[in-house]
């Protein structure tokens, strides 16, 4: 079964129903949300230097393990990294600022970012089809890396109970639109499912306890958020799942239409 969310002309969103439920994701709240967590991974890099600090010491004093200090080192390098890019991306997305979108280069960041997830790592087929002549264009580059890093997790924690786990990655550039689609090989959605798939904290995942796995944090909020960050810009929202044999979303994104909606700041 496949379900489209339809779009909006010129990236304009409908007019809310006055009696509909207030929207759960108040783009005001999620920039004091985004500026929250800058301000804690900020924190952390405090006392994340006071550890690669006593490496290097405990390197000297004790050359013997300098093997197992250098990985223990690397890892940490690595935390460093996440958090300057976590800081960075709240405080752009706080802003509201507009730049330049490369698709290509946000799925390819975001799947580096997310490598420190086992799941991903080593235990799924990973295949990826990014072309080289691929357009770029202007507008708030946070709302598309949100929304495929939403797609993403949702991707790799519906394969969680299956043996083959395959997550294939596309972009392809049709006319005026750029079509992003993410397809796995999970347990898939029915009919039902698929209708409420975008509702508002409606999830049919269940709360991870796994220790040695990342956990599921079985919110329902994913596709709702994308939905949201995705609809004022008029891209459309296609799901198409087989219970039992895994799912494929595709955005499609009408790429020259946003970028009027972001026109070029005067010099």
């Not at 599921?216 to 810009?233: E, R, S």
């Amino acid at each position: 079964m496949s379900v489209t969310e339809s779009e909006q002309p010129e990236g304009r969103r409908a007019a809310p129903d006055p009696g509909s439920e207030p929207d759960p994701f108040d783009r005001g709240d999620l920039s004091k949300l985004g500026m929250l967590v800058a301000g804690i991974a900020h924190n952390m890099n405090g006392p994340l230097t006071g550890i690669l600090g006593n490496i290097d010491l405990l390197k000297m004093l004790h050359p013997e393990l300098n093997d197992t200090l250098d990985k223990v080192g690397k890892i940490g390098l690595r935390l460093r990294e996440d958090i300057r890019v976590i800081t960075s991306k709240a405080v752009a997305e706080a802003r509201r600022e507009t730049g330049t979108v490369d698709l290509g280069r946000i799925v390819r960041d975001e799947l580096a970012f997310y490598t420190a997830d086992p799941r991903l790592k080593h235990r799924t087929e990973l295949t990826v089809h990014i072309p080289d002549d691929l357009p770029a264009f202007r507008a708030v580059p946070g709302d598309f890396w949100q929304a495929f890093s939403d797609l993403l997790t949702n991707a790799v924690e519906a394969m969680a109970d299956v043996e083959e786990k395959k997550l294939t990655i596309s972009l392809r550039h049709e006319h005026d639109r750029i079509l992003l689609s993410i397809a796995d090989s999970g347990c898939g959605m029915d009919e039902e499912t698929q209708r409420r798939a975008l509702e508002p904290f409606f999830t049919t995942k269940r709360r991870s306890r796994d220790t040695k796995e990342p956990p599921t944090l079985a919110t329902g909020i994913g596709l709702t958020h994308v939905k949201n960050l995705m609809d004022p810009l008029g891209v459309a929202i296609e799901l198409d799942s087989r219970e039992g044999e895994g799912t494929t979303v595709t955005l499609r994104i009408p790429y020259r239409k946003i970028e009027a909606i972001y026109p070029e700041p005067a010099n």
